[in-house]
T-cell receptor, first 112, second 111 residues
Framework: RKEVEQDPGPFNVPEGATVAFNCTYSNSASQSFFWYRQDCRKEPKLLMSVYSSGNEDGRFTAQLNRASQYISLLIRDSKLSDSATYLCVVGRLYNQGGKLIFGQGTELSVKP | DVKVTQSSRYLVKRTGEKVFLECVQDMDHENMFWYRQDPGLGLRLIYFSYDVKMKEKGDIPEGYSVSREKKERFSLILESASTNQTSMYLC??????????FGNGTRLTVT
């Protein structure tokens, strides 16, 4: 079983739709959680960190469920520009620092 | 704004060649990482470094080595390139347990 798992998609949604992605992680010692966005043939960029109490940034809401070991990303009022691959990233302490484990990504395609 | 710069965007090398991929960051980050990204496999950690002259193996270090002589520079070395090392290589840096900042990647093709 992979340490971080995501549904690869693709999720095809119309503009204006609400879409949600889940990501499960297997290591209960995980301590930090992030969502990254990656456009085609570009590097991943940090979308948002995920905090225990949940957090929101504009149209994006991230939640963490430690008991069930998953994080989620909700996108409201989808825009064409939201089309990208969304990477779930989970971190844990490793030796002197942190080690981040990446999920394979969920592809989102927003259509007009 | 953090800037992580990879020396080459595209690189084509022959089997058996020694290949150097260079990465420089300008934010005095102590942590630097090399990943490769392949379709269906996601990002996989090759090597990382928490300090100058310090290196740790990631999940797939075979066929690679690294060098960190200065804090801002982390080099990935393919001692004898092989076709299965054709991939997108991504360098990243961070401070403490903060999120990673990535360079824009080097797409390496080994023929």
């Amino acid at each position: 079983r992979k340490e971080v798992e995501q549904d690869p998609g693709p999720f095809n949604v119309p503009e204006g739709a609400t879409v949600a992605f889940n990501c499960t992680y297997s290591n209960s010692a995980s301590q930090s959680f992030f969502w990254y966005r990656q456009d085609c043939r570009k590097e991943p960029k940090l979308l948002m960190s995920v905090y225990s109490s949940g957090n929101e940034d504009g149209r994006f809401t991230a939640q963490l469920n430690r008991a069930s070991q998953y994080i989620s990303l909700l996108i409201r009022d989808s825009k064409l520009s939201d089309s990208a691959t969304y990477l779930c990233v989970v971190g844990r302490l490793y030796n002197q620092g942190g080690k981040l484990i990446f999920g394979q990504g969920t592809e989102l395609s927003v259509k007009p | 704004d953090v800037k992580v710069t990879q020396s080459s965007r595209y690189l084509v090398k022959r089997t058996g060649e020694k290949v150097f991929l260079e990465c420089v960051q300008d934010m005095d980050h102590e942590n630097m990482f090399w990943y490769r990204q392949d379709p269906g496999l996601g990002l996989r950690l090759i090597y990382f470094s928490y300090d100058v002259k310090m290196k740790e193996k990631g999940d797939i270090p075979e066929g690679y080595s690294v060098s960190r002589e200065k804090k801002e520079r982390f080099s990935l070395i393919l001692e004898s390139a092989s076709t299965n090392q054709t991939s997108m290589y991504l360098c990243a840096s961070s401070s403490g347990s903060s999120p990673l900042h990535f360079g824009n990647g080097t797409r390496l093709t080994v023929t």
